[in-house]
C-alpha cells in the first residue's frame, strides 16, 4: 500500500532504477548501493533458496554450493543491470556506463571469510580514463591492497591524494 515492494526481486529492481535515473539526471555522480550485507540471514525465496545469506554461506564449509551460486548469481544480475541501463543513455559521444566507473565487490569470496581474496569487478569507462575488457589478478602481487585501488581509482575522477587509509601506492595496471 505504500509503494515500497515485499518482495527482494522487485525491491532491488527498484533500487538499480534508482540508482540509474539518479545518474542519468545528473542528481549525483556518486552512489553506494548495498544488496546485501554477507552476514545477514536475508532469504532469497523468489530463487527457492529458503536459508538465510549467512548461513547458506558456510552450508558446504566453504565450498560454493547450488544455492550460494545462486544468490550470487542474482547479486551480478542487479550489477549487469545497472550496467546495461547506463550503457543505453547516450551522453554525447558516449554512453552513461562510458562516462562511469561501477565496482561491485564483496567481503567473502566463500563462507570461510578468506580476507586473501576479495571478488571485485569494475566496469564502465571512467570518460575513457580505466582500460576495459581486462581481467587483472592480484593474486600473486605485493601490493593487493583495496586501498590501493581505492587509491587508482580516486585518480581517475581528480581526487589525488597521496595516502588513501593504509595504502600510498596505486595498483599502475589500473
Not at 137 to 147: F, H, P, T, V, W
Amino acid at each position: 500500500p505504500n509503494g515500497i515492494p515485499q518482495n527482494i526481486k522487485d525491491h532491488m529492481k527498484l533500487m538499480c532504477d534508482l540508482v540509474v535515473l539518479a545518474f542519468q539526471t545528473d542528481m549525483t555522480r556518486v552512489c553506494t548501493l548495498k544488496l546485501n550485507n554477507d552476514h545477514s540471514y536475508l532469504q532469497f525465496p523468489h530463487l527457492g533458496v529458503e536459508v538465510g545469506h549467512h548461513e547458506l554461506s558456510h552450508s558446504d564449509r566453504g565450498k560454493q554450493s547450488p544455492d550460494w551460486m545462486k544468490v550470487n548469481h542474482f547479486f551480478m544480475q542487479q550489477y549487469a543491470y545497472i550496467a546495461r541501463k547506463l550503457d543505453a543513455i547516450q551522453e554525447g559521444e558516449r554512453t552513461a556506463l562510458d562516462n562511469s566507473m561501477l565496482m561491485m565487490c564483496s567481503s567473502m569470496m566463500s563462507g570461510i571469510h578468506d580476507a586473501t581474496k576479495l571478488p571485485v569487478v569494475l566496469l564502465g569507462g571512467a570518460g575513457g580514463k580505466l582500460e576495459t575488457g581486462r581481467v587483472l589478478d592480484y593474486g600473486d602481487k605485493s601490493n593487493r591492497k583495496m586501498c590501493s585501488l581505492y587509491l587508482s581509482l580516486r585518480e581517475k575522477v581528480g581526487i589525488n591524494r597521496k595516502r588513501f587509509g593504509d595504502s600510498s601506492e596505486r595498483l599502475s595496471e589500473v
